[in-house]
């Protein structure tokens, strides 16, 4: 089976990638980045579709800058809800199933219980709505349809929050993080062979997933144990996010339930804090 990968040079692709000479046998897999694939522009999707003929198409291309989508909304719009549109009419007209990676960001973020599928989506910011847009498209063109929601995407690839401490304690002495936002550090790694196991059970189950690691925790919860692993020490300070203003608004609690995907596909989820360990153990 062919598998295609937009957004194949990003952090979720690189995941990907890794996980090529495991899957060889059974799978092809085409990486294309935005030169070579890009999903606001139909006729690039359409030479792409027809050279591969992928059986599989897995969306890793997305507009993620949070706060800088405030105000590059049109920007946020034509990749995160054209892009999917897009994808979803071609994959519609060459038969190929559509693996979209979407967000907790499309939760208002008020809940105290771990968020399901069948939850009410109220997105606070441009990025959640763009998101949630491209969901809707999706959802109303192809029946042929996996939406995975993730959330606090990390890994030893692309930018993210753990690189971004890591860096950050070479830099400085003190280190300050929001702790009243909780939701769930999920490894790029462990999403990739998730996508993966999807594929490759032949389970026709389309709609809506949720895929984070388990467990859950608060930003300053995720430094503390990053810093940890990293057998790195510094003063380390739990602040409100009212001390820590963006343009975008985050959602208070964004903990999503797994258990239909671990349902429908037997995958079992790791914990993130062993999981953060044992990446970090890998490198």
């Known amino acids: 089976m062919v598998v295609l990968v937009t957004g194949g040079n990003g952090q979720l692709g690189q995941a990907l990638q890794a996980l090529v000479?495991?899957?060889?046998?059974?799978?092809?897999?085409y990486f294309a980045g935005s030169q070579e694939a890009d999903i606001t522009n139909k006729e690039s999707l359409n030479a792409i579709f027809k050279k591969i003929k992928p059986d599989f198409c897995i969306n890793a291309a997305a507009y993620t800058a949070v706060d800088k989508a405030e105000s590059e909304p049109e920007k946020a719009h034509s990749i995160n809800a054209e892009g999917a549109t897009n994808l979803a009419e071609v994959c519609k007209e060459y038969r190929t199933t559509l693996l979209h990676i979407s967000t907790d960001f499309v939760f208002e973020g008020q809940k105290k219980s771990p968020y399901t599928e069948k939850d009410e989506t109220n997105p606070q910011g441009v990025y959640g709505l763009t998101k949630l847009q491209g969901e809707l498209e999706i959802q109303n063109i192809l029946p042929e349809h996996f939406?995975?929601?993730t959330s606090w995407l990390y890994s030893e690839?692309?930018?993210n929050f753990m690189k971004t401490m890591i860096r950050l304690a070479g830099e400085r002495d003190s280190i300050s993080v929001v702790d009243d936002q909780k939701g769930t550090p999920t490894n790029a790694n462990d999403l990739a062979a998730a996508l993966v196991q999807m594929i490759s059970s032949g389970i026709e189950e389309y709609g809506i997933y949720?895929?984070?690691n388990e467990g859950e925790g608060t930003w300053y919860d995720f430094a503390k144990k990053i810093f940890e692993v990293n057998n790195i020490t510094i003063d380390l300070r739990r602040i409100p996010t009212s001390a820590y203003p963006t343009p975008a608004k985050r959602p208070e609690y964004s903990v999503m339930d797994k258990s239909k995907i671990k349902k429908a596909f037997g995958i079992e989820i790791p914990d993130w804090q062993q999981s953060l360990a044992d990446n970090t153990a890998r490198q």
């Open 157 to 159: 690839y692309g930018n």
């Open 147 to 149: 939406i995975i929601r």
């Open 21 to 29: 000479p495991k899957h060889e046998k059974n799978l092809k897999f």
């Open 210 to 212: 949720h895929y984070s």
